[in-house]
């Protein structure tokens, strides 16, 4: 049996990767995470933004939530995560154009930010190939590890 | 282990941190005249931040690399390339043996810094590498690389991080990781630059015209500078009366006033003592931005305390100490 403190380990990895759908079964319990038809709700301001959350429930939840959240789209948005703390760049230095904006498309190893972390700058790639669709967090702001950085519509 | 120099570029040479203990006996210190770029580059390959690296001026080398190194290049953008593709700067390389690491366009700065893991074999002369040009001592044979000039390498063992990259590498000739360290030390964008001083013996006997001129009017990097001083123009700064001075000792950043009251602001080359009046001492902390700065250029200079000169230059330590730790997670593997 899991404990609660590795749930939420498993939880946070699961939110932090790429992974849509994750089942762990053991002995007589079993876990589903399901990150399918969730995305951010806008809310008008910047900061209302909900960040996608992994569920972790029965089978039904998939659904409950789909409905609760009015504009689901047929195809799941990426989310580029952070992998590391830092402040967020979105050029390579101040002035310079960004890496990229909304709208533009992108190769899966296109660098799409920068995040600074004890005067070190770590480039963050797009991780899948697609469209820009919305930037999350602004031009310096303190990134914590895992949050999400840019929202993607993959390109089938 | 060996860089072979295909072509040297303008102003080419080894130079560490200084020959530090000698000045007494005449013996300038030399030594990197952008000493943090100089420290980031060794940091980058995980090197002692004082080791030897290869200096270059406005125009760069073009350098045959005869076995699989990891190198760092910093300061001044000077279009590094590795077999054509461009490389990036401020950030560990790995480069395969047989590679041409060619320097091209200025494109921001004044000179660029090429530190290598292990650094360069060659003997220290009174305690540093340091290539003092006009004494013909240190460096590669005293003096400043010529096309033909093989340059040996240390040894050091690999770093474990250096195993990523070659994996990474692929097919191509070199690979490098997806962190670099900030450029924003050294390069401001602006076409005048900023340089902060501290008020230096002889300031008050400067007439109150000059005192305030030096101040508020520009003055234009010449031409005739190079790694000993930087020769400025500008307003003529006079003294109230005229002075007779012994020759006392200056310092790195000493801006010295000789009668024609055109400003020299003593570098890396320096002489060991001077009798010209020293009007105002650059800060410890903008002497690597003027390194940067190329002749034709204008600086403004800016007066601040002697207190705050020490906080900037603890900031500045602070910092470097801060990318020492982080760089060193890095090439340890410990960090992804």
Redesign the interface.
């Known amino acids: 049996m899991l404990t609660f403190d590795e749930i939420k380990e498993v939880i946070r990895m699961v939110e932090q990767s790429s992974i849509q759908h994750f089942e762990l079964e053991q002995e007589n319990s079993k876990i589903v995470i399901s990150k399918a038809g969730i995305h951010k709700v806008q809310t008008g301001s910047h900061e209302g933004l909900e960040v996608p959350k992994a569920v972790w429930a029965a089978g039904e939840s998939e659904q409950r939530l789909a409905k609760e959240i009015p504009d689901v789209q047929a195809e799941p948005l990426h989310t580029i995560v952070s ?1 590391t703390v830092g402040t967020f760049y979105m050029a390579s ?3 310079a154009d960004p890496f990229v904006k909304a709208g533009e498309e992108v190769e899966s190893n296109a ?1 799409v930010c920068v995040l ?10 797009a991780g899948v190939k697609g469209t820009i669709v919305e930037r999350l967090v602004n031009d310096g702001d303190f990134i914590e590890y895992g949050q999400p950085l840019f929202l993607v519509k993959p390109k089938l | 282990m060996s860089i072979k120099v295909l072509t040297p570029g303008l102003l080419t040479s080894i130079q560490d941190l200084g020959r530090y203990g000698y000045q007494k006996y005449g013996v300038i210190v030399s030594g990197g005249m952008d000493a943090y770029s100089l420290r980031l580059a060794n940091l980058l390959v995980g090197n002692e931040e004082g080791e030897a690296v290869i200096e270059m001026t406005l125009m760069g080398p073009s350098l045959l690399l005869e076995e699989d190194l990891l190198l760092a290049i910093t300061g001044g953008d000077l279009s590094p390339a590795i077999n054509g593709q461009p490389v990036p700067q401020g950030r560990p390389v790995l480069v395969r043996k047989g590679s041409v690491l060619k320097f091209g366009a200025l494109k921001s700065g004044c000179r660029s810094y090429l530190a290598v893991r292990g650094g360069f074999d060659i003997p220290e002369v009174m305690g540093s590498k340091s290539t003092y040009l006009r004494a013909g001592i240190g460096g590669y044979q005293g003096r400043a690389l010529l096309q033909g000039d093989i340059l040996p390498l240390g040894l050091a063992c690999p770093l474990p991080f250096a195993e990523s990259l070659v994996r990474a590498m692929g097919s191509s000739s070199f690979a490098f990781p997806p962190w670099y360290v900030g450029r924003s030390y050294v390069l401001q964008k602006s076409q005048e630059y900023r340089v902060r001083v501290i008020p230096n013996s002889q300031f008050s006997l400067f007439s109150p015209d000059s005192r305030k001129q030096f101040f508020q009017e520009p003055f234009q990097v010449t031409t005739q500078s190079d790694r000993m001083g930087y020769r400025l123009s500008g307003v003529s700064l006079q003294l109230t009366e005229p002075l007779e001075m012994i020759s006392e000792a200056v310092a790195l950043g000493t801006i010295q006033v000789p009668p024609d009251g055109n400003p020299i602001i003593l570098m890396a080359d320096r002489q060991t003592v001077g009798g010209y009046p020293k009007i105002a001492q650059v800060a410890g902390v903008d002497i690597s931005t003027l390194a940067q700065i190329k002749p034709g250029s204008k600086i403004r200079f800016e007066e601040i305390s002697l207190g705050e000169a020490e906080e900037l230059y603890a900031a500045r330590e602070a910092d470097i100490q801060r990318i020492n730790i982080t760089i060193q997670l890095q090439l340890a593997g410990t960090a992804t």
């Open positions: 992998p230095e101040p002035g660098i600074e972390a004890m005067k070190l700058f770590n480039e963050v790639v």
